[in-house]
Nanobody, 122 residues
């Protein structure tokens, strides 16, 4: 079994910064694309940023220039540095991976973390 655990959410004032971290655990051999999604109250879950196994990153237009996604393949982690936060960034943020390969020659698709709440006050 594999698991994603997020950390780093919390309350921050507008203009501030937060760094989210997501760690994958289990008998992991490798991980394909990793990303962050968010879901605000009353809204659908949306993509924030994704990063390929090779390090190519893509961002939602709403966060370009403010957020940076990074990953450490040796540690099986993906981080999201969020700067210049606004109240519109308030949401539950979820870590996601496309596919995790295990040492047992099994794979798991579309693995999600439990989510971490980010609240930005005005």
């Amino acid at each position: 079994q594999v698991q994603l655990v997020e950390s780093g959410g919390g309350l921050v004032q507008a203009g501030g910064s937060l760094r989210l971290s997501c760690a994958a655990s289990g008998s992991i051999l490798s991980i394909d694309g990793m990303g962050w999604y968010r879901q605000a109250p009353g809204k659908q879950r949306e993509l924030v940023a994704r990063i390929s196994s090779g390090g190519t990153a893509n961002y939602a237009d709403s966060v370009k220039g403010r957020f940076t996604i990074s990953r450490d393949n040796a540690k099986n982690t993906v981080d999201l540095q969020m700067n210049s936060l606004t109240p519109e960034d308030t949401a539950v943020y979820y870590c996601n991976v496309d596919r995790i390969w295990t040492i047992h020659r099994r794979y798991f698709d579309e693995v999600w973390g439990q989510g971490t709440l980010v609240t930005v006050s005005s």
